[in-house]
């Protein structure tokens, strides 16, 4: 069975957002907002690094792990898990590719409208973020700028999300999904609108891999 629970299912699945933080002046919020507003419009491409940990409702031990992503709007990215193991996820803009180095096992299927109204779609989708998600300011907590998003789609599978900003620039995710487990993702040494190769969201099986799904071109819609 493949092993995708990380990053990426958290961003196009996972459930309602962390309680809101109380705190925050009116003008550092707003500026939460317009920080929000100017990164989606300027960062057409990025990349970086991220460490993730899932905190469960149970108190069990947290699941930490760790990789880099980059992308480019809308809807090309190549993400690369290297803790707690190797996996390798690529969207060339149509389809979603997922590599378990291990197995030697690749899935792919459509994406479709699969950002929709989730939080991949504050990365990876369009620029038009009014159009899916109510946005209200968050006040600032741990010097970072915080953003509430609501999506106005019901069925997106979450209830919200917070997203914590710092000159512009994105730096934190927190969710919580509908089974109370709490997903908060860093993003670090982000680096926006570099020169990214368009060899670098895409992905071509490897050799002997074992593909589940169609690998064939999606047609053109």
Not at 120 to 134: K, N, P, Q, Y
Request: with cysteine.
């Amino acid at each position: 069975m493949m092993r995708c629970k990380f990053m990426l299912a958290v961003l196009l699945h996972c459930g309602a957002a962390i309680g809101l933080l109380a705190g925050g002046s009116l003008a550092i919020a707003a500026d939460g907002l317009a920080q929000l507003r100017e990164f989606v419009r300027n960062t057409q491409s990025a990349r970086g690094e991220f460490e993730q940990v899932v905190l469960a409702r149970s108190r069990r031990k947290p699941q930490q792990a760790s990789g880099s992503f980059a992308y480019s709007r809308p809807g090309k990215f190549h993400l690369e898990y290297e803790r707690p193991y190797r996996q390798v996820l690529v969207g060339d803009g149509a389809r979603l590719w997922t590599w378990d180095p291990d197995l030697n096992q690749v899935t792919v299927r459509e994406i479709g409208d699969a950002l929709g109204s989730t939080p991949a779609a504050i990365l990876f989708g369009s620029a038009a973020l009014d159009e899916r998600f109510e946005l209200g300011d968050g006040g600032e907590v741990d010097g970072l700028a915080w953003v509430e998003a609501l999506p106005k789609q019901t069925e997106s599978g979450f209830e919200a999300l917070r997203l914590g900003l710092e000159g512009s620039q994105l730096r934190r995710m927190e969710m919580r999904d509908s089974f109370g487990q709490t997903t908060v993702i860093d993003f670090v040494r982000l680096e926006p609108n570099p020169d990214l190769p368009a060899s670098y969201f895409q992905f071509v099986p490897p050799a002997g891999a074992d593909v589940i799904g169609d690998p064939s071109p999606v047609p053109a819609r």
